[in-house]
């Protein structure tokens, strides 16, 4: 029905607030209809989606705190139980990679596209933020980086690389996973922490990463042949100046033990 433009003004005014609410009531509706989702995707872990990657030919290695549970599991070694709800994502450029649309592929888990203020991309539901990073190139780069098949950009790190190099395959709850070898993580975590700063923000995660670094490095001197790996790493694949920031690092937490040599 139009009510053309000599309709009162009071009745023109009232339409418009309908209208105004009923666009409202559609966002609130979309809304519940994504917490609902992300309610139900609260048992969905890391590993699934970690593997959801791998079954679309996805490189993205799921890289971090969340790396602990699959080599306990996949390794059988005694790590700490991590609990995080942020899940990291390492994928080197220049992508080499099927093309995937990723906020297709994690909407239907309750998840929300989302950027952060520098750009980069990161995927939210009630339970857990997804994000992804890859490594710096060319020291001092700012902002994000494009890949472009995934239709997201990740946050450039110095020293993730460390993690690519070395890596190893699981079996975890029926995904085949590929994560950093427990030497390339515990190196990584020990250099990250050398160079974080003091500030009280930063406190917290130096202090999480040197103690999961030396529960990694504490399993790997029981073992002679995952200390015969991490010493080939170490002298191959890190650069001098990194290895004697990690030596020293591993030989404060460990004194006198595997580290010393």
Known sequence: VSLGRDAPAEVLAAIARRKELE?????????MAANARAVDARKVTAVEIAGAFAGRGVPAMLVGSCCLPVMREGLGWDLPTVRTVDVDFL???????????????????????????????????????????????????????????????????????????????REIGGHALVVPSPWALAFHKLIVADRRSRAAASAGKRDKDIQQA???????????????KARAYLGAAVPARWRAAILRRARERLPGGAWEG
């Open 23 to 31: 666009g409202q009531r559609a966002e609130i509706l979309a809304s």
């Open 91 to 169: 994928v080197d450029t220049p992508y080499r990679g099927r093309a995937v649309d990723v906020d297709a592929m994690l909407r239907p888990l309750g998840f929300r596209r989302e950027f952060r203020e520098d750009g980069s991309t990161i995927f939210s539901n009630a339970a857990m933020s997804v994000e992804f990073i890859t490594p710096e190139r060319g020291r001092g780069r700012r902002g994000p980086v494009p890949i472009g098949p995934m239709g997201v950009s990740a946050v450039a790190r110095r020293y993730v690389q460390m993690r690519l190099v070395d890596t190893i395959r």
């Open 214 to 228: 030396v529960a990694l490095l504490r399993e790997i001197a029981r073992r002679p042949e995952a200390m015969e």
